[in-house]
């Protein structure tokens, strides 16, 4: 039996049927450090060198959008660590950076953890400053509400983490490319939440100038489960590259905003039974959040993993699925394109000027406005612009141009004739599509 719980207003949170969740917990209420040690947590940091094994071994991979593998993360931050006098044994001069700015509007995950489970969060920074040798620690994020609830926590354990580094909640104002892991070096170093060209990468000069491991805050929740069970029963779920399980947000479909734990490698049919959605109603789907772009039916056909995603064009990245239904995929890209003109840095001219041609372009197809050689030019940009800026944003809007371009062309052609009949009851172009709010959850 499907089991629904909510521990944010209208947020359903749903463990995939018959499984154990590993990062979900049934209940609405805050877990405590005497509950959080009661199932296991906080034990006694043992063997580094047996733990970064187990890590190693688990193919844990990173949930923040890359998709970046863990263990790889982990050996280049030791590799550029130094000995600081008067360390003690087994400290070095690194720093763990959690990265907890969830950025991506349509993703609820990394909040939802703070919220309601910070100490399996702060735990998985301990073990991480383990695997690295760090004596410092950053918990780096712009909800309120999580950051109170991580401070009540910390509150609990006396200001310390049990055997840990000395950790400090940094908190910034929200952003997309806030939770751009150069950008969350910048803040915590007392600069602007914004990209800096690379290299150096954080794990060779990051905070302070030391190597840093930044790691979103779900990767880290994982490490307390390695921990006490081992690689072994992590990979008992899964796929053998992408090994485990992950959050992830779906929205749209009729139904409220629902956080789901799901084991990698699930069919997308599954999926959408889950969420009770037919799949005739289906016509695509905003995929890993806005970075990848759109997908159309073809999705039905795939499974949910790295490798699947990353061959039909798109990817999994921070786990958050906006489904295109009743909406009009012109409309839901007009509205991303928007957004990334909205929320740029600002730094860099090509990304500046880039997303405001896309999605000027895309908002003048969205109203029936767009003629054909706008097109050809929304084609042409989507292709010279990739990887001209300081951060993967102008990528992103290149992604969803080319992907509404080669995905949807009947809609398309539909929008150039101005004969579109789902955009009058569509989705606006000044918001975000299939942003979850927080105030609305609260």
């Not at 702060?122 to 909800?143: E, I, N, P, T």
């Not at 490698?265 to 009770?276: E, S």
């Not at 394109?337 to 500046?352: I, K, P």
């Amino acid at each position: 039996m499907q089991h629904i719980f909510s521990s944010a207003g209208g947020l359903a949170v749903v463990p995939y049927p018959g499984s154990d969740p590993r990062l979900l917990l049934t209940g609405g209420a805050v877990e405590t450090a005497y509950e959080y040690r009661d199932r296991g947590g906080y034990r006694p940091v043992g063997s580094v060198a047996a733990l970064a094994d187990e890590v190693e071994r688990s193919g844990l991979r990173g949930r923040g959008g890359a998709g970046f593998p863990f263990a790889v993360k982990v050996s280049g931050v030791r590799g550029g660590s130094r000995v600081g006098a008067g360390a003690p044994a087994g400290w070095t001069e690194t720093v763990v950076l959690a990265n907890g700015e969830e950025g991506e509007p349509a993703s609820f995950k990394d909040r939802w953890l703070l919220r309601n489970r910070p100490h399996l969060v702060l735990d998985g920074v301990r073990l991480a400053a383990a695997l690295v040798g760090a004596r410092r620690a950053y918990l780096y994020l712009s909800d309120p509400e999580s950051a109170r609830c991580v401070t009540a926590a910390l509150d609990e354990l006396g200001g310390v983490l049990p055997d840990g580094p000395q950790l400090a909640v940094v908190r910034v104002d929200p952003g997309y490319v806030a939770g751009e892991e150069t950008a969350a070096v910048r803040a915590v170093n007392g600069g602007p939440a914004k990209p800096t060209d690379k290299p150096p990468r954080p794990f060779e000069s990051g905070v302070a100038g030391l190597p840093t491991l930044v790691s979103n805050v779900e990767t880290l929740a994982n490490l307390p489960f390695l921990d006490r069970w081992g690689a072994d029963a992590y990979r008992a779920t899964g796929t053998a590259l992408s090994p485990g399980t992950f959050l992830a947000t779906v929205t749209a479909g009729g139904r409220p905003p629902t956080l789901y734990e799901l084991p990698h490698g699930l069919a997308f049919r599954d999926l959408l039974a889950l969420h009770g959605v037919a799949e005739t109603d289906l016509r695509g789907a905003l995929i890993g959040g806005y970075f990848t772009g759109l997908l159309d039916r073809t999705i039905l056909d795939l499974t949910l993993d790295h490798e699947t995603l990353r061959r039909a064009g798109a990817g999994l990245g921070c786990g958050a699925i906006g489904l295109i239904t009743t909406e009009c995929p012109v409309a839901v890209a007009a509205g991303v394109l928007n957004y990334f003109d909205r929320e740029n840095a600002g730094q860099c001219g090509s990304c500046f000027n880039g997303t405001a041609a896309m999605a000027a372009v895309a908002t003048a197809l969205a109203a029936g406005r767009a003629r054909a050689d706008d097109l050809q030019r929304l084609r042409r940009w989507s292709t010279v612009l990739r990887g001209r800026g300081a951060c993967g944003t102008l990528d992103a809007a290149c992604n969803t141009a080319t992907s509404l371009l080669e995905r949807f062309p009947r809609e398309v052609a539909a929008h150039l004739d101005n004969r579109c009949p789902d955009c009058p009851a569509g989705i606006a172009t000044d918001h975000a599509p299939y942003r979850v709010e927080t105030e609305v959850l609260l």
